[in-house]
């Protein structure tokens, strides 16, 4: 597809599972960002891909929390052993070079995860 | 820190009547700043960018937007409102010396009235 696409849509967890929310960026592109929405707020910035290298994951809330590239394109944002406060959607975007020399990042659609 | 701040909540406009959607923001060092819009169970889209130049920067679907240094602020402006703009709008900043990150505003409900 033309745009960046997350699976699943939608998952619903009980506490203390483990989880994988993927994505697959825009082909091509170099930079790759996760970030957390909680409802009624903005997204907040969780980790940030160059190709393969995790430049920053200095929003990770937890060491539950871990993201890996490993070929430099599709990207796993995984949460161990889910808490009810993991809740939330689950934003991947993609850029075609650094993000901020052009400004426009390409978002998919998200994942909402619900910890019961 | 940076930090992002959108004031209202929440904008009701008229169609046909100008719209602003209030942003501002706080960074050490140059800004970078953007604004998004998020439509109802669709991801977010990028609207504008300011990065330098001109503080006027002109967007998709005819929004605009102005960069003011001494009032740290990058207010959204349209003209003529549409129903169709109705949506979640997210103003962001990022800075030279602040890695990659983008960091977003808590974001700003604007309803246009037919």
């Known amino acids: 597809g033309a745009g960046v696409s997350q699976s699943p849509r939608y998952k619903v967890a009980k506490r203390g599972q483990d989880v994988a929310l993927r994505c697959d960026p825009i082909?091509?592109?170099?930079?790759l960002f996760w970030y957390q929405q909680a409802l009624g707020q903005g997204p907040e910035f969780l980790t940030y891909?160059?190709?393969?290298?995790?430049?920053?994951k200095s929003g990770l809330p937890s060491d539950r929390f871990f993201a890996e590239r490993p070929e430099g394109s599709v990207s796993t944002l995984k949460i161990q052993r889910t808490q009810q406060e993991d809740s939330a959607v689950y934003l991947c975007?993609?850029?075609?070079?650094?993000?901020?020399?052009?400004?426009?990042?390409?978002f998919g659609e998200g994942s909402r995860l619900t910890v019961l | 820190a940076q930090s992002v701040a959108q004031p209202e909540d929440q904008v009701n406009v008229a169609e046909g009547n100008p719209l602003t959607v209030k942003c501002t923001y706080s960074?050490?060092?140059?800004?970078?700043l953007f604004w998004y819009v998020q439509y109802p169970n669709r991801g977010l889209q990028f609207l504008l960018k300011?990065?330098?130049?001109?503080?006027l920067v002109k967007g998709s679907y005819g929004f605009e937007a102005e960069f003011n240094k001494s009032q740290t602020s990058f207010h959204l402006k349209k003209p003529s409102a549409l129903v169709s703009d109705s949506a979640l709008y997210f103003c962001?900043?990022?800075?030279?010396?602040?890695?990659?990150?983008?960091?977003f505003g808590p974001g700003t409900r604007l309803s246009v009235l037919p």
């Open positions: 975007a993609s850029s075609l070079r650094s993000g901020r020399s052009t400004g426009e990042l390409f």
């Open positions: 082909s091509g592109h170099v930079s």
């Open positions: 891909f160059q190709n393969e290298a995790q430049l920053d």
């Open positions: 960074v050490s060092g140059n800004p970078y």
């Open positions: 300011y990065i330098t130049g001109d503080n």
């Open positions: 962001a900043v990022s800075a030279d010396n602040y890695g990659q990150n983008f960091v």
